[in-house]
């Protein structure tokens, strides 16, 4: 079992950034990859960002390409995502996901992430 708790989310204006955070606890060892997804009332979740856990490959959706960053810290085994000029667009529950070895599925894809944070709201105001 993988344990994920996000924090670092609320109300932001319109260009304005947040930083979310995802503390990992258990299994860890066996994660390949960790990211980010988002949903938004009404609409299915999406892919945001994407890192392995070795921190050497990392992926972004084109929509948040140049504004968000996604890393994180080995020793404190915690995921983050930078996220800047924000837009009301994104307003969204932020999800943190960990996928484990041998588990098929693209990066993109909810099929491809085992275990799921309980997710951080994000407002974005206009």
């Known amino acids: 079992q993988v344990q994920l708790v996000e924090s670092g989310g609320g109300l932001v204006q319109a260009g304005g950034s947040l930083r979310l955070s995802c503390a990992a606890s258990?299994?860890?060892?066996?994660?390949?990859?960790m990211g980010w997804l988002r949903q938004a009332p009404g609409k299915e979740r999406e892919f945001v960002a994407a890192?392995?856990?070795?921190?050497?490959?990392?992926y972004y959706a084109d929509s948040v390409k140049g504004r968000f960053t996604i890393s994180k810290d080995t020793a404190k085994n915690t995921l983050y995502l930078q996220m800047d000029s924000l837009k009301p667009e994104e307003a969204a529950v932020y999800y943190c996901?960990?996928?484990?070895?041998?588990?098929?599925?693209?990066?993109?894809?909810?099929?491809?992430?085992?275990?799921w944070g309980q997710g951080t709201q994000v407002t974005v105001s206009s």
């Open positions: 890192i392995s856990w070795s921190g050497g490959s990392k």
């Open positions: 996901a960990a996928g484990l070895y041998g588990t098929s599925g693209y990066y993109y894809s909810t099929y491809r992430y085992d275990y």
């Open positions: 258990g299994r860890t060892f066996s994660t390949s990859i």
